[in-house]
């Protein structure tokens, strides 16, 4: 893991919570949606919180696919919900809201559940699939690394990204 | 009834999300390490490999069913019941999906992670 990978991991967590945020409060001022009226959906899209949202989102949707161009869905979605413990922590120190023993609760689940993931291999499969599908990709990846079933997926993906950056 | 139009909401979201998500992530493992690409071959062929890839495609329209589901949901629901339900059970759904359907190695490390952060999520988007 490079400080460039960190920073897109942290693109992710902060553009889906701001918008989400975003999305939420103009939602709120647009009203229900109904089936039957769908000019609805367009006058929502055309509220400026939700389309400042949206752009976020669009921001989060590049992060999140570049993060998952070298790491695991089941390791780059904990990131996501990073994002909500985030929000609670400005709630709480930045908007001096109250955050109930539940919500703290929450954050606790989250973070932990997160130092899981963290802890191991960004990327566990999918070395036998590119493999197949971009045997130069793989024969490359190879080269920069110790040629041993032993080395794990992630570190070998790491060292095709390292001799990339250099 | 109002129930029924909620979960069957909350469910549509979920699987949409979580179709949207495997589609995605295929795409871009199929698509390289987008670091690596971009020093060797620049962003166009980053672009171009994107954009020439079908599940790429497929899952932006299942994530876009499934945006628009939630916005439904939404209006339908009651927030604090359809936002922490959809969400939560989304990376229960996902990390099945992801061993099945990805070849993940969900090992007990991923799954009491997966468990964590729904039940996080489902107490913090409540």
Do not use: C
Not at chain 1, 62 to 73: I, K, V
Not at chain 1, 84 to 99: D, P
Not at chain 1, 110 to 126: R, Y
Not at chain 1, 155 to 166: D, I, L, M, N, P
């Amino acid at each position: 893991m490079t400080l460039r990978k960190y920073l897109v991991l942290a693109g992710v967590t902060v553009f889906a919570a701001a918008g989400d945020s975003l999305l939420s409060h103009g939602m709120k001022q647009t009203g229900s949606i109904s089936i039957h009226h769908l000019q609805g959906v367009l006058l929502a899209i055309l509220n400026p919180w939700v389309a400042s949202g949206i752009l976020l989102l669009l921001a989060f949707f590049a992060s999140y696919m570049n993060a998952l161009s070298w790491a695991d869905l089941t390791y780059v979605l904990p990131a996501t919900s990073l994002g909500y413990v985030l929000l609670a922590l400005v709630a709480r120190f930045l908007l001096h809201e109250q955050v109930s023993p539940l919500r703290w609760l929450g954050i606790a689940l989250i973070s932990g559940g997160v130092g899981f993931v963290a802890g191991g291999p960004a990327l566990t499969s999918h070395a036998q699939d590119r493999d197949a599908k971009f045997p130069l990709l793989a024969k490359s990846a190879r080269s920069g690394a110790p040629d041993s079933e032993v080395v794990s997926a992630g570190e070998r993906a790491s060292a095709a990204s390292g001799r990339g950056e250099r | 009834m109002s129930h029924v139009y909620t979960w069957g909401g909350i469910l549509i979201v979920v699987f949409f999300s979580v179709v949207g998500d495997i589609l995605i992530a295929r795409a871009m493992k199929q698509v390289g390490d987008i670091h690596a690409l971009l020093q060797r071959s620049g962003i166009w062929t980053v672009v171009g490999r994107i954009l020439s890839n079908a599940n790429f495609f497929l899952g932006v329209t299942a994530m876009a069913v499934a945006f628009f589901s939630l916005l439904f949901s939404l209006s339908w629901g009651d927030v604090s019941l359809v936002a922490p339900a959809a969400a939560s059970l989304t990376f229960i759904g996902n990390a099945f999906a992801a061993k099945i359907f990805l070849h993940e190695k969900v090992d007990r490390r991923r799954w009491i992670a997966a468990v964590l952060v729904a039940a996080g999520v489902a107490l913090l988007a409540g």
